[in-house]
């Protein structure tokens, strides 16, 4: 599989803060990549030197094939971005703010289709400060996409959104992956990572601590299937079989029984000893 | 060119926001309108005036301090109270509201008598100089009689007046408040009146005239002169304060971010900021002439001169606000910063009254305001026609323009925000 991003050795210092620890990781063409982790564990400061807005104090950064920093023009051309606390310009409507970067880009084509598809032709000429929270996140993915980018960054596009909205921007990044972009996201959400990503980069305190397919991490770092009964665990079973099994004997001798499945919860759990708040604080 | 693209859109987000538009246009406006009547009316000033007359008999003032009273209406300067004799000044003033200037002129007692007695004593006076004078220069022409009875005469007259030269000057009196400006204006009125009347009752005629001309070749109204400096301060206002405001606000709500990871270059960012200020400038500068044309009668007229002098101003102040939003991170901190620079160049420059009235000092620090050759050589241009006249100011803001854009790309961050 083509790399897309290569980094090796990434270290970012505000001042006297190591903001990002030497980290290194590949994204592949195609694939959804999730950064995971809690506030201030250095998802942004990785992505916005991917996206060309953050000058690397050390390490090799390369976007499709190309350095950072060195080729920032010739790679912001090529992507797509939606940073994190997105807004765009509150009294224009949403045709113009979509339009605006097209221009930028020197996009000819029309931009409806690109509206059509994020499900915002309806709104088009509603103001954009008049959307609701979900409705400014799927503007944002269409202003990222309008220039028809092979990498999108979308950092943390679903914090602060509801439940209904932030499954709506899910459905569009997975249409999105669909129609062949590569994806880089970030997250606090370990629920959105795990449903989305073909492969998540676990950071925390500017160093990743685990990386790899979705489903070899809760395989390796999941701690098992777990068996309850009613609050009590009963087992933690390596497999989806045995973790059955106990269950189903659970049941014969009429006693109450689930079995909870390894997350990338657990992962982090296991991993970091410490959970992730809603805010993305850890606990 | 994506500087165009920026323009369109800041230019179209600016329409779009009422209080935008109302601080960029209808608030100068408004000031324009306020300033414009106060200072450039067509009707001259009027101060305030209470007249208290003492000389007062059988109910009714004499006939001097009446005609003193409309020598001093027949000046057009006063708006002239009659004040009964039996009010005290001082309660008066305390049981008044408000903060208004009092001026009080009082009119003592026996004003016509005392006045009348002394023009006579006056009169023997200039009598009697004029004997000495003509026998201490000419006596030794004269035969010997001649001059015996001219210094009889003198004598005569000198004795008379030792006896009778005891009667006072009437004195009127003004009270006003001496820290106030307008004071030493009613006080030269009332002096001229005085000295007028003392002329008259000694039957003197004037020794020396005086006319005035006016200085122009046509005839200048006061909002002709105010006029270039009110676009002048506003456009600069618009720039400093407006622009930096209007930068940092959308640095912190991250579009700044949102744009800078584009292809769109800083350059780009900047120029496009100072055309929708330049923009602004125009429609301000039209708005105001036509104002000024159709309320106060101003005969400004913007040629190719003054559009290329407002495309230079614009640039300018607009820079000068950029660079400052280049480094000021915080809205509050931008329009303080903005703010504390952009009123004292205003006011300093002598845009709002003309720099004669200020101390000396501080005309020479006002010729340091880009603000004041902006409105002087827009002035020279709009006003008086003479753009010959304009050259300093135009190359003071050409090179502030082409230091500041320059400091602005340099200051301005578009990455690591």
Known sequence: MKKVIEVEHLVKFYGNLRAVNDISFDVYAGEIFTLVGPNGAGKTTTTEILECIKTPTSGIVKVLGMTVPGDEEKIKRRIGVIPQEFNAFERLTVRENVKLIADIYGVKEDIRRYLEMLGLWESRDKKFRTLSGGMKRRVGICMAVVSNPEILFLDEPTTGLDPEARRETWDVIRKLKKSGKTIFLTTHYMEEAEKLSDRVAMIMNGRIVAIGKVKELIEKHGGGFKVLSGEKVIGMFATRREAARCALQLYEQDKEAEMIEPSMDDVFLNLVHKKINERGELL | ?417
């Open chain 2, 1 to 417: 060119m994506n500087a165009i693209v920026i323009f369109k859109t800041l230019t179209k987000n600016w329409l779009r926001s009422p209080t935008g538009v109302f601080f960029s246009i209808l608030f100068p406006l408004m000031l324009l309108l306020i300033f414009g009547t106060v200072f450039g009316g067509e009707e001259s000033t009027k101060y305030s005036l209470y007249v208290q007359n003492h000389d007062v008999h059988g109910g009714n003032a004499t006939n001097l301090s009446r005609a003193f009273i409309e020598a001093l209406e027949s000046t057009n300067s006063f708006e002239i109270s009659e004040l009964d004799k039996d009010v005290n000044v001082s309660d008066f003033i305390k049981h008044q509201s408000g903060i208004a200037s009092y001026r009080f002129l009082i009119i003592p007692d026996g004003f016509e008598e005392h006045a009348l007695n002394r023009s006579i004593t006056v009169r023997n006076g200039i009598i009697l100089d004029t004997l000495i004078y003509i026998i201490d220069n000419y006596g030794a022409y004269m035969n010997q009689s001649e001059l015996e009875n001219i210094t009889m005469g003198k004598d005569a007259l000198s004795a008379w007046m030792n006896q009778t030269n005891t009667t006072k000057s009437p004195e009127i009196l003004l009270i006003a408040d001496e820290n106030a400006q307008s004071t030493q204006i009613v006080k030269g009125i009332v002096y001229s009146v005085v000295n007028a009347f003392n002329s008259k009752l000694i039957g003197a005629s004037d020794t020396i005239t005086f006319k005035s001309e006016n200085l122009q070749q046509r005839q200048w109204k006061a909002a002709d002169y105010y006029l270039p400096g009110y676009i002048a301060s506003f456009i600069m206002t618009n720039g400093i304060v407006g622009i930096t405001t209007t930068i940092t606000e959308f640095r912190r709500n991250g579009i700044v971010k949102r744009l800078s990871a584009t292809p769109l270059k800083k350059r780009d960012w900047i120029l496009g900021c100072i055309l929708q200020q330049t923009f602004l400038g125009f429609t301000l500068t039209v708005i105001m002439v036509g104002v000024g044309w159709v309320i106060f009668g101003v005969r400004a007229i913007p040629d190719i001169y003054a559009i290329c002098l407002i495309i230079t101003g614009c640039v300018t102040f607009s820079s000068i606000g950029m660079t400052i939003s280049g480094f000021v991170k915080d809205v509050e901190a931008a329009a303080g910063i903005g703010n504390a620079i952009a009123y004292p160049l205003m006011f300093l420059s002598g845009a709002f009254w003309p720099l004669d009235l200020m101390p000396a000092y501080l005309q020479s620090v006002a010729k340091f305001s880009p603000v004041y050759h902006f409105h002087d050589a827009l002035r020279e241009i709009m006003i008086y026609q003479h753009p010959e006249n304009a050259i300093t100011g135009f190359a003071v803001l050409a090179l502030l323009a082409v230091v500041f854009t320059c400091a602005a790309i340099k200051l301005t961050k578009w990455k690591d925000l």
